[in-house]
């Protein structure tokens, strides 16, 4: 079962724009992290965002939570060719054990 | 340095030959997981291990077997593949304290094809 659904399936901009994913999810959660991937390697933990934190920030990224919607959005300024890759969200549930469901992911594209 | 280690990389093999796909971590992480990727689908949890000798289903358990006797060795058995299990394959770990999990560090992955 997905828990994480991420919006946009895939986002082309300029560099320099800035780009904005989102996830939704449908159970309540301890937690919402961001991963990203470059193609076909390892995941790489982004950021962690818990359930009564409304908003962090981490560099050029910005994660919002609204635990009423059930929904999180990522946001990366100033895009880079480099932040090219696919972006996942992943969450854990507060109910049925330790289990952590991703989302099936967001592909960048940020064109020099 | 800090990290998880997947072997093989690569691994092509035929429906019925078990294999085993072993994983292991030098952080002293509680939690270890398996996931598969698959297009499209993202990463879905096979298995996960909160601690040694303590394992539990992900969301596509069937057709796996895993084990967890050393703390930093959580190795993935496929008794007998079937090409529906051709993948994406990541172990990951994570201090994962207490009831809530944590940031998860992530193997380079291994690809199997399943003839």
């Known amino acids: 079962s997905q828990q994480g659904e991420e919006d946009p399936q895939a986002l082309s901009i300029q560099e320099g724009e800035n780009a904005t994913m989102n996830c939704s999810y449908k159970?309540?959660?301890?937690?919402l992290q961001w991963y990203r991937q470059n193609s076909g390697r390892g995941l790489v933990h982004l950021i962690l965002?818990?359930?009564?934190?409304r908003e962090k920030h981490s560099g050029r990224l910005r994660v919002t939570l609204d635990t009423s919607k059930k929904s999180s959005s990522l946001l990366i300024t100033a895009s880079r060719a480099a932040d090219t890759a696919s972006y996942f969200c992943?969450?854990?549930?507060?109910?049925?054990?330790?289990?952590?469901?991703f989302g099936a992911g967001t592909r960048l594209f940020v064109k020099a | 340095e800090a990290q998880v280690t997947q072997n093989p990389r690569y691994l092509i093999t035929v429906t019925g030959k078990k294999l085993t796909v072993t994983c292991s971590q030098n952080?002293?992480?509680?939690?270890m997981s398996w996931y598969r990727q698959d297009p499209g689908l993202g990463l879905r949890q096979i298995y996960y291990?909160?601690?040694?000798?303590?394992?539990d289903k992900g969301d596509v358990p069937e057709g796996y077997k895993v084990s967890r006797k050393e703390k930093r060795n959580f190795p993935l058995i496929l008794e007998s593949p079937s090409p529906n299990q051709t993948s994406l394959y990541f172990c990951?770990?994570?201090?994962?304290?207490?009831?809530?999990?944590?940031?998860?560090?992530f193997g380079p992955g291994t690809r199997l094809t399943v003839l």
């Open positions: 159970t309540s959660i301890n937690n």
């Open positions: 990951a770990s994570s201090p994962g304290v207490g009831w809530i999990t944590d940031t998860q560090y």
């Open positions: 291990s909160m601690n040694v000798e303590v394992t």
């Open positions: 992943a969450t854990d549930a507060v109910t049925g054990g330790f289990k952590t469901i």
């Open positions: 965002i818990r359930s009564n934190e």
């Open positions: 952080m002293n992480h509680e939690y």
